[in-house]
C-alpha cells in the first residue's frame, strides 16, 4: 500500500493563508512533478542487498518519490556511527549489529528484514585446518563487532571453544583475501566476495571450514532507521521498502538482466554474481512478518535475538541483552503487506 505524501511543513513565519493554499496546490500535484525526497543510506559490497542495487541502477524508487543515494563502506561497523552523526540517514545492518548497538542505548530500529545470509559469511582456513576445533592456539583473523565477529562466536561456542582458545587478529573483512594470500593468517572470517576470492586463489590452499549454512537465520540483514528519523520520514522509508520489492520482482522477472547489474556493483561477472546471490536467501514481503513473531525459531528476531544476545554478552561486548521488541518497528512491513 502506498502511503499519500503529506504537506512540506512550512516555518512558523510562513505559516500564512497563501502558504497553505500553495501546499495543499501542491498535494494535488503528480509525484513526479515534485520534488523527490532523498535519502542517504549506508551500505556494504554484499549479495543480500542485491534488491536495493537493481533498484537504484533502474531508479525504481521514482515512482514512489524518492531519490536513494547509497554510500558504500568497507567497515559496516562504521555504518550505525555516521548515522548517531546525521551523515546518514539510514543504514544496511545485521541484526547483531542492532542489538548490541540498542544494548548500548542506540535507538536504532530495523524496519524491514533484508536478508538471510545461507553460506555467504564462511570461516576459510588452510586446508590442513579440517574443523573448528583445529582453531585452537592459531591466528584468525576477522572483524570485531561484526557479523564476522558473532558467526566465529557461534561456531566456537557449538565447540565447546571461546576467543581465549584462538588468537585473534583485528582486520576488516576486505583485509582477509591478501593476508591469507601473504601466508601469514591461516584463519580467516568474511563474507562474499572475498570468501570466493580466497577459494579460487591459485594451488586451491583453502576451503570453508564453517558458514552461515551451519547457523541457519542467525545472520540476519536488516534495513535500520534512529527512531528520530523514522518519526520525521515514515513516507521516504516507505517509498525505500517499496523500492526493495520492485527490485526482487525485476531480479526473478529478468534474471539474466539483474545479473550484469549486481555484477557491477559487486566486482564479477554475472555467472559470479547469480553464484554468490545463491548464498543469501532475499526475503519477499509476503515472509517479512515471520521477523517480528515472538518466536524460539532463528527467522525470529526474539530467537535469532536470544543466541545474538547471549554470546555478546558472555564475550563482554554488551552491558546486558536488550529487550528484543525495542529493536523493531513492525508497522512499516504491515502496511506494505495490506
Request: aromatic letters at 8%.
Amino acid at each position: 500500500m502506498t502511503t499519500p505524501l503529506s504537506c512540506f511543513k512550512l516555518p512558523s513565519l510562513r505559516k500564512s493563508l497563501l502558504g497553505a493554499c500553495l501546499a495543499a496546490a501542491a498535494s494535488l500535484l503528480p509525484i513526479a512533478s515534485q520534488a523527490a525526497e532523498t535519502l542517504k543510506i549506508g551500505t556494504v559490497v554484499w549479495a543480500g542487498y542485491a534488491p536495493f542495487y537493481v533498484a537504484d541502477k533502474l531508479d525504481l524508487y521514482k515512482p514512489h518519490g524518492l531519490k536513494v543515494e547509497l554510500q558504500f563502506f568497507n567497515d559496516p561497523a562504521l555504518i550505525p556511527t555516521a548515522m548517531v552523526g546525521g551523515a546518514l540517514d539510514g543504514g544496511m545492518l545485521t541484526y547483531d549489529q542492532v542489538v548490541g548497538g540498542v544494548a548500548k542505548g542506540l535507538k536504532h530500529k530495523v524496519v524491514m528484514p533484508i536478508d538471510f545470509s545461507n553460506g555467504g559469511d564462511a570461516i576459510v582456513a588452510d586446508k590442513a585446518i579440517t574443523s573448528v576445533k583445529d582453531f585452537k592456539g592459531k591466528k584468525v583473523g576477522y572483524n570485531p563487532l561484526s557479523p564476522s565477529d558473532f558467526l566465529l562466536a557461534y561456531a566456537l561456542k557449538s565447540n565447546g571453544m571461546t576467543e581465549k582458545d584462538i588468537s585473534p587478529v583485528n582486520m576488516t573483512p576486505e583485509s582477509i583475501p591478501g593476508a591469507m594470500a601473504s601466508g601469514s593468517l591461516p584463519v580467516g572470517v568474511t563474507y562474499e566476495p572475498n570468501v570466493s576470492q580466497i577459494l579460487g586463489m591459485p594451488g586451491d590452499k583453502f576451503h570453508v571450514v564453517y558458514s552461515s549454512k551451519d547457523a541457519p537465520g542467525l545472520i540476519t540483514d536488516v534495513l535500520v532507521f534512529d527512531e528520530k528519523v523514522i518519526a520525521k520520514r515514515k513516507v521516504a522509508i516507505n517509498a525505500l521498502m517499496q523500492g526493495y520489492v520492485d527490485g526482487l520482482a525485476y531480479i526473478k522477472s529478468h534474471p539474466a538482466e539483474a545479473a550484469e547489474i549486481i555484477g557491477k556493483v559487486l566486482g564479477v561477472s554475472a555467472k559470479e554474481a547469480t553464484e554468490q546471490m545463491s548464498g543469501v536467501y532475499n526475503i519477499p514481503l509476503a515472509e517479512m512478518s515471520k521477523n517480528f513473531e515472538k518466536s524460539d525459531a532463528t527467522s525470529s528476531f526474539f530467537g535469532s535475538g536470544a543466541v545474538i544476545g547471549t554470546l555478546l554478552k558472555d564475550n563482554g561486548q554488551i552491558p546486558t541483552i536488550p529487550n528484543f521488541a525495542t529493536t523493531f518497528d513492525a508497522s512499516f512491513v504491515e502496511a506494505l503487506a495490506k
